[in-house]
């Protein structure tokens, strides 16, 4: 696989992450998923993480 398939089969598998996450969290509580924050959590080096908030109504 090249760099830009490796990079598109990221982006699916984050993004269907993401929507079983909100599935799960819609079930359980049965509120609705607004909105997801992702902030970039950085060192030196370059990106290290993201940090997460989620909102529901």
């Given at each position: 696989?090249?760099?830009?398939d490796?990079?598109t089969?990221?982006?699916?598998?984050i993004?269907?992450?993401?929507?079983k996450?909100?599935?799960?969290?819609?079930?359980?509580t049965?509120?609705?998923?607004?909105?997801?924050?992702f902030?970039?959590?950085?060192?030196?080096?370059?990106?290290?993480?993201y940090?997460v908030?989620?909102?529901?109504?």
């Amino acid at each position: 696989m090249n760099i830009e398939d490796l990079k598109t089969k990221a982006e699916a598998d984050i993004s269907e992450y993401i929507t079983k996450k909100i599935i799960e969290l819609k079930k359980k509580t049965g509120k609705e998923v607004t909105s997801i924050q992702f902030t970039a959590r950085e060192k030196m080096t370059g990106l290290e993480s993201y940090d997460v908030k989620i909102n529901l109504i």
